[in-house]
């Protein structure tokens, strides 16, 4: 009975302790509001799960037990066609009806050359980058199959599911975090406060604005695929495909027309560099009448030398001494 008051005592003291350690590891309220603020220091996003559909991680779409394509996956679809006509208004004029009539647009459209003279081939090249929607893009293609010859096509398609899930996901972080940082600016007390969120907010805003931006981009070529059209005038398809000595004549023109740019890049190369020409010229004349000159000199100094022997080495010099 003499130990219960140091006991209780000892209880209170420790009581006491643990409620000051709780107070102290306790943030304020402020702090506790800027850590979740995305981007603030010590901020660390949770990992979201994955909707339903998308492998986490990834963004890519997933179907259990098959591999067909979602409702929702984004492709952007293009399409590179070039044909040949013999009724190139004709054939133009039609190109031109069934993209509007689909529900497309034309981005941009070129034309070059003019209508074929007598003896010529080849006439005017047109040029269509139309955009049509994507449910329609497969029956415009087959449509484009009857309108005259077709010379080539290609069809790519790009999947972009990942990306713009990943990129809608961080439009909406933004959003979330433009909302948080407007509410602290409304709560800011001094002004250095109200200066570091408003720019924070600003930054935020730019963020926003570029990520919403791709999404409009992807959105634009998912939802209208594009097709590159080419058509070219053609007098008559038979003599493109048929007559073989006109196209042995071109290839023979075309081989003297390339020896001839060749010798006259040389002539002008050759004009162009006269004062090197002249230079290295004047360089070799003087070398070699240096050479010379030198050759001449040993040949004169060689028939001296057994003369002056022979003269040193005379009998009849030697009985006159």
Known sequence: MKRTPLVALLAILIAVALALAGCAAAPSPYDKGEAEVPGAPGYEPAPSPAPDGIIAGTGQAYAPGANAPLADQKLIRTATIE????????????????????????????????????????????YYLARIPKVRFDSFLKELGKIGTLVSRSVESQDVTGQYADTDNKLETAQKKLELLQNFFAKAKTVDEMLDIESRISQVEQDIEA???????????????????????????????????????????????????????????????????????????????????????????????????????????????
């Not at 981005?107 to 006439?123: A, L, V």
């Not at 058509?231 to 042995?248: M, P």
């Open 83 to 126: 044909m040949q006509t013999q009724n190139y208004d004709t054939d133009l004029e039609k190109i031109y009806t069934r993209i509007q009539a689909l529900g497309g647009y034309i981005e941009n459209s070129s034309e070059t050359g003019k209508k074929p003279e007598e003896g010529e081939i080849y006439g005017r090249i047109a």
């Open 211 to 321: 990520l919403s931006g791709q999404l409009k981009y992807y959105d634009s070529q998912v939802d209208y695929s594009s097709v590159s059209i080419t058509l070219q005038e053609i007098v008559d398809l038979k003599l493109v495909k048929t007559d073989t000595g006109l196209n042995i004549s071109n290839a023979f023109y075309g081989g003297l027309n390339a020896i001839t740019a060749f010798f006259t890049a040389i002539a002008v190369a050759l004009a162009a560099s006269w004062p090197f020409l002249l230079f290295f010229a004047a360089l070799a004349a003087g070398i070699s009448w240096l050479v010379i000159g030198l050759k001449r000199r040993k040949a004169k100094l060689a028939k001296k030398a057994p003369a002056a022997a022979e003269k040193k080495s005379n009998p009849d010099d030697m009985i006159k001494l």
